[in-house]
Nanobody
Framework: QVQLVESGGGLVQAGGSLRLSCAAS????????MGWFRQAQGKEREFVAA????????FYGDSVRGRFTISRDNAKNTVFLQMNRLKPEDTAVYYC?????????????????WGQGTQVTVSS
């Protein structure tokens, strides 16, 4: 079973940037698509970004497209989320997840493993 641990969250002003990391351990995730989701207080979990197994295809939620970038380093079993031009609406707990297969997925039910989440707070 793979374990995922997010890091890099924190407090940032609107317009600023943060880079989240997701470190996988226990087994490799290099054959699986990876995704980022977020959940704001009192709201449903929202798809943010996903990257396919080899790291050459990406897809983003409408609210973050053009501002966020997902990437991965399979040699290090790590996934990243670069967040730029942050907005207060981006405030949420951000979760890293490993999909069941190699292709990009947007539904939480398509992901088998989840990290504990890291808080991102964007002040106005």
């Amino acid at each position: 079973q793979v374990q995922l641990v997010e890091s890099g969250g924190g407090l940032v002003q609107a317009g600023g940037s943060l880079r989240l990391s997701c470190a996988a351990s226990g087994r490799t995730v290099s054959s699986r698509a990876m995704g980022w989701f977020r959940q704001a207080q009192g709201k449903e979990r929202e798809f943010v970004a996903a990257v396919n197994w080899i790291g050459l295809a990406t897809f983003y939620g409408d609210s973050v497209r053009g501002r966020f970038t997902i990437s991965r380093d399979n040699a290090k079993n790590t996934v990243f989320l670069q967040m730029n031009r942050l907005k207060p609406e981006d405030t949420a707990v951000y979760y890293c997840a490993a999909a069941q297969g190699p292709d990009i997925q947007v539904l939480p039910t398509s992901y088998d493993n989840w990290g504990q989440g890291t808080q991102v707070t964007v002040s106005s």
